[in-house]
T-cell receptor, first 114, second 114 residues
Framework: NAGVTQTPKFQVLKTGQSMTLQCAQD?????MYWYRQDPGMGLRLIYY???????DKGEVPNGYNVSRLNKREFSLRLESAAPSQTSVYFC????FGAGVYEQYFGPGTRLTVT | AQSVTQPDIHITVSEGASLELRCNYS??????LFWYVQSPGQGLQLLLK??????LVQGIKGFEAEFKRSQSSFNLRKPSVHWSDAAEYFC????????????FGKGTTLSVSS
């Protein structure tokens, strides 16, 4: 049981390049999320998917797109990377039911845009 | 507006001393409350959570937190700090609906002096 996995762990991009961050969970959770973490800012929500087939914008969606490929996988795409997107990106998944709300995080992807 | 405030950006505590990290929240509905810990270069680990019932909740690593509805607070405590507790701590609030993302505070960095 791997929990939430993210690839790659590290990435360096040049301004204008594109890339996709991959996330997968094996806990059969319905909901998945992408956050970014910047120093002194805590974690801010980029996009989320409450259930398979749905996606919604979070607090900081500009410059990003997402795809909920199936129940397990939720990818984040940067179409044209900018230095302001240098950050640590965390994927998370959650389940709600019977009074339980659990949110689990992946190990993060450290992205640098030069 | 929904928000989480962690008033202390950085705290230094002597090893063996007690610790209290403050968290105040603003949330329009019944909140679920969480504390996460992040060691340098690592992902987020859940320390404890509050959903309902007893307002004093116990977590891992000897941490506890007390929910005070009248003060909109969820402060984290530990009676005796160990050097390994040095990390960044995040308070977060979430809703009771499926797919609700967490709102994070900006974090408190804990340093432990010998």
């Amino acid at each position: 049981n791997a929990g939430v996995t993210q690839t790659p762990k590290f990435q360096v991009l040049k301004t204008g390049q594109s890339m996709t961050l991959q996330c997968a969970q094996d806990m059969n959770h319905n909901s998945m999320y992408w956050y970014r973490q910047d120093p002194g800012m805590g974690l801010r929500l980029i996009y989320y998917s409450a259930s398979e087939g749905t996606t919604d914008k979070g607090e900081v969606p500009n410059g990003y797109n997402v795809s909920r490929l199936n129940k397990r996988e939720f990818s984040l795409r940067l179409e044209s990377a900018a230095p302001s997107q240098t950050s640590v990106y965390f994927c998370a998944s959650s389940e709600f039911g019977a009074g339980v709300y659990e949110q689990y995080f992946g190990p993060g992807t450290r992205l640098t845009v030069t | 507006a929904q928000s989480v405030t962690q008033p202390d950006i950085h705290i230094t505590v002597s090893e063996g001393a007690s610790l209290e990290l403050r968290c105040n929240y603003s949330y329009g509905a019944t909140p679920y409350l969480f504390w996460y810990v992040q060691s340098p270069g690592q992902g987020l680990q859940l320390l404890l959570k509050y959903f309902s019932g007893d307002t004093l909740v116990q977590g891992i690593k000897g941490f506890e937190a007390e929910f005070k509805r009248s003060q909109s607070s969820f402060n984290l405590r530990k009676p005796s700090v160990h050097w390994s507790d040095a990390a960044e701590y995040f308070c977060a609030v979430g809703g009771t609906q499926a797919g609700t993302a967490l709102i994070f505070g900006k974090g408190t960095t804990l340093s432990v002096s010998s």
